[in-house]
C-alpha cells in the first residue's frame, strides 16, 4: 500500500486507541459519519484542516497522522529489514505496517538500533579483551594482589597466636598491596571507561600523536602559514605525554609542514574544486609523488573538500601507525587489520600506485575508492634492504559496487562468511 | 624435617603469605620469582610438591611445566599450578602441559592446604 494512502488507517488506530467511536470523532470534527469511514479505510485523501481537527480530537500531533510523519520510523524498519538474516518481512507493507502499529513499529525500530549500539560495544570490548596485552597484564596484576590481600588477611583472622612479628609484617604487606591494588584498580576503571569511546584511552605512542592531530581536526592552520614551527606545536600540544610521542610528532609535523609548502592551502583548494579527490591528477599538478598527496588530502579543511576521506599508514610489518578514521570502515586500534586491504598489496609492490574499489562489509555495507602506495624511509642503501610505509587513502564513492571486493576490519568482526585470509573465527558469525 | 615444596612465583607478598601456612603446617618451603631458571631450580632442589605460578618473568608456567614432564626425574612431580588465568583454554593447556591441579587466583588458604596434603598424600 502506497505511503500517501494510508492516513486513514492511522486515523484509525488512533481513535480506537482513544476509545473514541467513529460517529462521535465524525460528528466532533463536523463531517459524517459514512465520509470518515471511507476516509480511515484509505478511500478518501484527507489533509488540511479536517486532519488538523481530527488530530485536535484525538489529542495527537497532526504530523503523527499525516504521510511524512513516520519516514524516519520506516526508514528505520526497512533497515532492520535489510538486516534480517532468515526472517523475510513483508516490505511491501512497511508504511501499513507502521501506520497501524506504531508503538510495535518504534519498538522494533529501537529493538533494531539498540543491537546496533550493542554490537558495537561488543565489537570494540572484545577486540579490546582479545588483542589488548595491556588489560590482560592489567587484570593479572589487580588479581595477583587481591590473593595476597586475601591470603595474608586469613592469616590474620584465623591465627590467634601470631607473633607480633610476623603480624607487623603482614600488616604491613595489607596495606602495601592494598594501595597497590586501589592504583591498579583506578587505573583499570580509567582504561575501561574508553571501551565505548575507542579515543578516549591511549596504549601507544602513535596513539597519542593520531589522539592530538584528531583533536586539531587532521589540520593546523599555523603550521600552513608558518606562524609556528613544529617542535613549538608540539611544545604547547596536550596529551603527548611520552618523549616517544613527541618525537614522532615531530616527525609527522615536518613532513606535514613540507607538504603544506608542497602543496599550498589556496592552491590545492582551487585544483580540488577543478579536478575533484583524483589524487594522479593533484599528483601530477604539484609534482609531487602521490603518497604526499594521500597525506595532504587527510590533512585539508572539510571546508574545501568535496567529501571527507581518511588514511591509515603501515610499517614493513603490517601494523599501523597512523589512523585518520572515516565513517564506514572502521580501521582496527588493537587487532591485526583485514589482509585484502590494498594497504597491504601495496608493501608487495613497492612506490607502486594501487587504486581499488571495494565494499566494507558490515551492517552499512559502503563503497570506498582505497588508494594504496608504499614509499621508502630514508635514503637508499646499497648495504641494508629498504624499510618502506605504506599508505591508503580512503575515499566514500557512495553506492556499493556490484563485483567489488569485500573487506572488513580485522577477522574477529568481520561479517564476511568465505574468506581465504581469515586468520580466526568472526564472533559476528560464529557467536561470542 | 616436613616434605619440601618448591614455590615458583613473583609476587613477593604471595610468597610469603603461602610460606607462612605452608611452614605452619610443617612443610619445608623453598622459594624462587622468576622463569628464567625456574627448571635448573627444581631439579637442584629435587622438591614433593612444586607450586608454580602461570605468568612469570622470564618464562612462563606452562613451558615450564613442559620441560618438567619431559625429564624423567621431575616426570611425576606434583605440581600444584596456580593463575590468574581462568579460563577453559588455559586449564585445557595446563592438563595437555601435565598439571597435577589448577587452582586460580583468588584461591583460599584453606584450598591450597588442601591440595598441597591431597598431592603429596600425607
Known amino acids: ?432 | 624435617m616436613g616434605k619440601r615444596v618448591l614455590l615458583i612465583e613473583d609476587e613477593p607478598n604471595i610468597i610469603e603469605a603461602i610460606s607462612f601456612i605452608l611452614s605452619r603446617d610443617g612443610w619445608s618451603v623453598a622459594t624462587h620469582a622468576n622463569g628464567h631458571d625456574a627448571v635448573d631450580k627444581v631439579t637442584a632442589h629435587a622438591p614433593d610438591l612444586l607450586i608454580l605460578d602461570v605468568m612469570l618473568p622470564g618464562k612462563s608456567g606452562f613451558e615450564i611445566l613442559r620441560e618438567l614432564r619431559e625429564a624423567e626425574p621431575t616426570r611425576g612431580l606434583p605440581v600444584l599450578m596456580l593463575t590468574a588465568r581462568g579460563q577453559t583454554k588455559d586449564r585445557e593447556m595446563a592438563e595437555r602441559a601435565g598439571v597435577s591441579r589448577f587452582m586460580t587466583k583468588p584461591f583460599s588458604n584453606a584450598d591450597v592446604l588442601d591440595a598441597v596434603r591431597e598431592l603429596v598424600a600425607v
Not at chain 1, 176 to 194: F, I, K, N, P, W
Not at chain 1, 266 to 271: E, F, N, S, Y
Not at chain 1, 415 to 432: N, Y
Request: proline share 7%.
Open chain 1, 1 to 432: 500500500m502506497a505511503r500517501d494512502t494510508i492516513t486513514g488507517s492511522r486515523i484509525r488506530e488512533r481513535r480506537s486507541m482513544a476509545g473514541i467511536r467513529q460517529a462521535d470523532l465524525a460528528r466532533a470534527v463536523g463531517i459524517s459519519p459514512s465520509y470518515l469511514n471511507l476516509i480511515e479505510h484509505n478511500r478518501r485523501r484527507i489533509g488540511g484542516k479536517l486532519l488538523l481537527r481530527i488530530a485536535d480530537v484525538l489529542g495527537v500531533e497532526p504530523s503523527l497522522l499525516s504521510e511524512g510523519a513516520e519516514a524516519a520510523l520506516i526508514a528505520d524498519l526497512r533497515e532492520a529489514a535489510a538486516d534480517a538474516d532468515d526472517a523475510q518481512p513483508e516490505l511491501e507493507r512497511v508504511d501499513e505496517f507502521a501506520g497501524r502499529f506504531p508503538g510495535w513499529a518504534a519498538l522494533l525500530a529501537e529493538g533494531h538500533r539498540r543491537i546496533g549500539a550493542l554490537e558495537h560495544t561488543v565489537t570494540t570490548l572484545t577486540d579490546r579483551l582479545t588483542h589488548d596485552p595491556h588489560l590482560a597484564g592489567s587484570m593479572h596484576e589487580v588479581l595477583s594482589m587481591v590473593t595476597a590481600v586475601r591470603s595474608t588477611a586469613a592469616i590474620l583472622a584465623e591465627t590467634p597466636e601470631l607473633e607480633p612479628e610476623w603480624r607487623g609484617r603482614f600488616h604491613r604487606n595489607i596495606n602495601e598491596d592494598a594501595t597497590r591494588l586501589a592504583e591498579s584498580s583506578r587505573r583499570l576503571v580509567a582504561y575501561l571507561d574508553g571501551a565505548g569511546d575507542a579515543g578516549a584511552s591511549l596504549t601507544s605512542p602513535q596513539e597519542e600523536v593520531e589522539q592530538m592531530m584528531a583533536a586539531r581536526g587532521y589540520h593546523l592552520p599555523e603550521l600552513e602559514t608558518g606562524q609556528a614551527s613544529p617542535d613549538a606545536i608540539v611544545e604547547e600540544a596536550t596529551g603527548l605525554d611520552t618523549a616517544a610521542a613527541r618525537s614522532l610528532a615531530q616527525t609527522a609535523l615536518r613532513l606535514y609542514r613540507a607538504d603544506a609548502q608542497a602543496m599550498p592551502l589556496d592552491k590545492m583548494a582551487a585544483t580540488l574544486a577543478e579536478v575533484g579527490i583524483d589524487p594522479a591528477a593533484l599528483s601530477r599538478r604539484f609534482s609531487v609523488p602521490p603518497v604526499a598527496v594521500f597525506r595532504r588530502l587527510a590533512a585539508m579543511p572539510d571546508e574545501v573538500m568535496p567529501a571527507p576521506v581518511g588514511l591509515v599508514t603501515c610499517d614493513g610489518s603490517g601494523t599501523l601507525v597512523f589512523r585518520k578514521q572515516i565513517a564506514g570502515f572502521d580501521l582496527p586500534r588493537f587487532s591485526a587489520a583485514c589482509p585484502k586491504w590494498p594497504l597491504f598489496s601495496a608493501l608487495s609492490r613497492p612506490q607502486t600506485p594501487i587504486r581499488r574499489t571495494v565494499t566494507f562489509a558490515g551492517r552499512d555495507p559502503r563503497a570506498f575508492d582505497a588508494y594504496a602506495m608504499s614509499d621508502r624511509i630514508g635514503p637508499a642503501s646499497f648495504d641494508h634492504d629498504p624499510l618502506h610505509i605504506a599508505y591508503m587513502l580512503l575515499v566514500p564513492r557512495g553506492a556499493v559496487q556490484p563485483g567489488a571486493p569485500l573487506v572488513g576490519s580485522s577477522c574477529r568482526v568481520c561479517p564476511v562468511e568465505e574468506c581465504p585470509g581469515r586468520r580466526e573465527p568472526s564472533i559476528l558469525v560464529d557467536g561470542i
